[in-house]
Nanobody, 122 residues
Framework: QVLLVESGGGLVQPGGSLRLSCEAS????????MGWFRQAPGKEREFVTS????????SYADSVKGRFTISRDNAKNTVYLQMNSLKPEDTAVYYCAADRTYKSRWYDWNNWGQGTQVTVSS
């Protein structure tokens, strides 16, 4: 079991930026695939981005490509989500997740943080 704690959410104006952090309790975070997901009110949780253990392979949802960047610092047991050019439709609770292998369905990921709220509004 990996404990994950997200931080960095908040209120931002459209076009603004935020950086989310996800700190893990696991000392060998490099063994895990890391992902970010989000859930807007009344909607199902959806995939945002993921990265392999070395950070050499990443994937993004079409809705965030070119605006969001995932990165990781295994020495700090931390994964980041840099979000630029934010839009009102990016408003959601953002969750960090970890698993030994990539899972295509969000509900198959085994380790989750508590989530952090991101609100994009003027």
């Amino acid at each position: 079991q990996v404990l994950l704690v997200e931080s960095g959410g908040g209120l931002v104006q459209p076009g603004g930026s935020l950086r989310l952090s996800c700190e893990a309790s696991e000392r060998t975070l490099s063994n895990y695939v890391m992902g970010w997901f989000r859930q807007a009110p009344g909607k199902e949780r959806e995939f945002v981005t993921s990265t392999n253990w070395g950070g050499s392979s990443t994937s993004y949802a079409d809705s965030v490509k070119g605006r969001f960047t995932i990165s990781r610092d295994n020495a700090k047991n931390t994964v980041y989500l840099q979000m630029n050019s934010l839009k009102p439709e990016d408003t959601a609770v953002y969750y960090c997740a970890a698993d030994r292998t990539y899972k295509s369905r969000w509900y198959d990921w085994n380790n989750w943080g508590q989530g952090t709220q991101v609100t994009v509004s003027s």
